[in-house]
């Protein structure tokens, strides 16, 4: 089971973000985080907990390994309001998603 | 471009069945797993099935193993999920995903190309 916290953070922008997401059980560093928009598919911003995917603007980070691990954004831009998920992709269970965290513009 | 289009969904009965496909372009499709995850409306993102690129190797979410077969046609660039046995708990948008590696279940990587989406109403 993977646990989001907060379920909504309310930032402004040019602000720093944290979201956390915690696993039940180890699952490695094998901790992806996904951006998604109202009406739109999700987009893939780390994979392997610290790795940005392509494309992806170096404002966002990844952090963490075992069960407790980070997705930062260092300076929120209008943009970047939108929900995360993270998603863990161990070896030894099937995928599973957080239950996601709603970054609103306070 | 890279695209993932599905198709197929629908408003269905309780118990019966509906076959979603997924047709892929300008990638080389039989490289990589694919994977089909399912958003109930206001809902978060939950995984449903993975296959691995030969085809050999596929897993399910406990809420619909034994219900739901996944399968691909690498000659067609394509991927499908036959649904049986549909429960009103199915209904949602149903994703085509791919994965950046050739195994559904190597541990690691993430999904880096996502489809529209179609949507599955189950209601009598």
């Known amino acids: 089971v993977l646990t989001q916290s907060p379920a909504t953070l309310a930032l402004s922008p040019g602000q720093r973000a944290s979201l956390s997401c915690r696993a039940s059980q180890t699952v490695n560093t094998y901790l992806a985080w996904y951006q998604q928009k109202p009406g739109q598919a999700p987009r893939l911003l780390i994979y392997?907990?610290?790795h940005r995917a392509t494309g992806i603007p170096a404002r966002f980070s990844g952090s963490g390994s075992g069960t407790d691990f980070t997705l930062t954004i260092s300076s929120l831009e209008p943009d970047d309001f939108a929900v995360y998920y993270c998603?863990?992709?161990?070896?030894?269970?099937?995928?599973?998603f957080g239950q996601g965290t709603k970054l609103e513009i306070k | 471009e890279m695209q993932l289009v599905e198709f197929g969904g629908g408003v269905v009965q309780p118990g019966r069945s509906l076959r979603l496909s997924c047709a892929a372009s300008g990638i080389v499709f039989d490289d990589y797993a694919m994977h089909w995850v399912r958003q109930a409306p206001g809902k978060g993102l939950e995984w449903v099935a993975g296959i691995s690129w030969n085809s050999r190797g596929a897993g399910y979410a406990d809420s619909v193993k034994g219900r739901f077969t996944v399968s691909r046609d690498n000659a067609k660039n394509s991927l499908f999920l036959q649904m049986n046995t549909l429960r009103p708990e199915d209904t949602a948008l149903y994703f085509c995903?791919?994965?950046?590696?050739?195994?559904?279940?190597?541990?690691?990587?993430?999904?880096?190309?996502w489809g529209q989406g179609t949507m599955v109403i189950v209601s009598s």
């Open positions: 995903a791919k994965d950046m590696s050739q195994h559904y279940d190597t541990g690691g990587y993430g999904f880096d190309l």
């Open positions: 998603q863990q992709r161990s070896k030894w269970s099937p995928d599973t």
């Open positions: 392997d907990a610290s």
